[in-house]
């Protein structure tokens, strides 16, 4: 059964700040790994996912994954009000029909005008 | 972006009704997924389902739990009979393909068993 670890819990940031969330996992032959935003009241939103060693950048966000060490980090640059949320970090299992993501308890953050 | 709706968004029912809380997936979804999210805890999977069949279910899907999806429809989780400990949100997804395909989730259905 994977295991998904988030930190920090909550994080307070001003606005324009760079924001560093981190993620670590149980399983080095885990298959993607998901980030995922959700604002109170709604569901979780996909924003960024990883499969490979290394980095990937999408627009304000950019996530590194290192295999070796079970870790992945969220990077998103130049925050907004608008970015306050929890982030969901999520590791995908299984193929075809037994797909599915693990989660973790999620970072609440909060950025300030 | 694709959306997937939840009805209701909040049920109310005394312990030892039966409930069922519905879900209308994305229109081409092939998969549909059931999470749990208990206050304050992470989000967990409950079940997997495609074509019509339950493919994987965790250990929180008890015996009471059932899913099914009629004529196409919409994909439904009934509890019969509920029990206190089954109160917390629970999230619907789908997804066009299985492997590597991105979860588009439903805003949850909070249930509150009394």
């Known amino acids: 059964q994977e295991k998904v670890q988030q930190s920090p819990e909550s994080l307070i940031v001003p606005e324009g700040a760079m924001v560093s969330l981190n993620c670590s996992f149980s399983?080095?032959?885990?298959?993607s790994i998901w980030w995922y935003q959700q604002h109170p009241g709604k569901g979780p939103k996909a924003l960024i996912?990883?499969?490979?060693?290394g980095n990937k950048k999408e627009g304000r966000l950019t996530v590194y994954l290192n295999r070796a060490s079970l870790h992945v980090s969220l990077h998103i640059k130049d925050s907004q009000p608008s970015d306050s949320a929890v982030y969901l970090c999520?590791?995908?299992?299984?193929?075809?029909?037994?797909?599915?993501?693990?989660f973790g308890k999620g970072t609440l953050l909060t950025v300030t005008p | 972006g694709p959306k997937v709706l939840q009805i209701p968004s909040h049920q109310i029912i005394d312990m030892g009704q039966m409930v069922t809380l519905n879900c209308d997936p994305v229109?081409?979804?092939?998969?549909f997924y059931w999470y749990k999210q208990i206050l304050g805890q992470q989000m967990e999977f409950l079940v997997n389902?495609?074509?019509?069949?339950?493919?994987?279910k965790s250990k929180l899907f008890k015996d009471q739990f059932s899913v099914e999806r009629p004529d196409g429809s919409y994909f439904t989780l009934k509890i019969q009979p509920t029990a206190l400990e089954d109160s917390a949100v629970y999230f619907c997804?789908?997804?066009?393909?299985?492997?590597?395909?991105?979860?588009?989730f439903g805003a949850g259905t909070r249930l509150s068993v009394l």
């Open positions: 399983d080095s032959a885990s298959q």
């Open positions: 996912s990883i499969f490979s060693n």
């Open positions: 999520a590791v995908s299992e299984g193929g075809g029909s037994n797909y599915k993501l693990t």
């Open positions: 229109s081409n979804h092939l998969y």
């Open positions: 389902f495609y074509n019509g069949k339950v493919m994987e």
């Open positions: 997804a789908s997804s066009l393909e299985g492997s590597q395909n991105t979860l588009y």
